[in-house]
């Protein structure tokens, strides 16, 4: 048997473990507020970078070559530019009225991305 006071010493050593990290966490304000309308800094988006990333992490898993839903393949530049140069690409993930909202059965992407995308398209759809 573990003496009382030994668990005790356990139970606020854990406590205190778990406050101080619950205080950190709190203090963080990026972690409440990440990247903001304010801080979304869209001067240098490169679609190597900036784009692909966004395309890989929300939209790749439904179109690819083997899922290809709605008919629509996202891989790779040349793919990608076809939905930025006729418009889908911004009108689906903006939601905007007339355009399948995307990506599909899921919350919209956070609005630092979709600022990205569009930066990245209004810059001339740039393969960078
Ligand atoms: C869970 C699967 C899924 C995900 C994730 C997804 N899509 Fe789709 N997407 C679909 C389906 C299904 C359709 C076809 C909808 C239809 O035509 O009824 C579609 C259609 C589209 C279209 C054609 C829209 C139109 O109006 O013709 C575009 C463009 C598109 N998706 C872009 C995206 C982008 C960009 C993302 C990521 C931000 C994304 N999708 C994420 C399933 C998905």
Request: proline content about 12%; overall charge negative.
């Given at each position: 048997m573990v003496p009382r006071i030994i668990k005790l010493f356990i139970l606020s050593l854990t406590a205190g473990i778990y406050f101080s990290l619950a205080s950190c966490y709190y203090d963080n304000g990026d972690t409440i507020y990440p990247k903001g309308p304010n801080d979304c800094d869209t001067s240098s988006i490169t679609f190597s970078a900036d784009i692909l990333p966004i395309i890989q992490d929300n939209c790749i898993s439904c179109h690819n070559?083997?899922?290809?839903?709605?008919?629509?393949n996202l891989e790779g530049y040349n793919n990608v530019a076809v939905y930025a140069n006729n418009g889908l690409l911004v009108g689906s993930i903006r939601h905007y009225a007339g355009f399948r909202p995307?990506?599909?059965?899921?919350?919209?992407?956070d609005e630092c991305s979709i600022e990205s995308v569009e930066a990245w398209v209004r810059n001339g759809v740039l393969n960078n």
């Open positions: 070559h083997v899922s290809f839903l709605g008919s629509v995307m990506p599909d059965g899921q919350p919209m992407l």
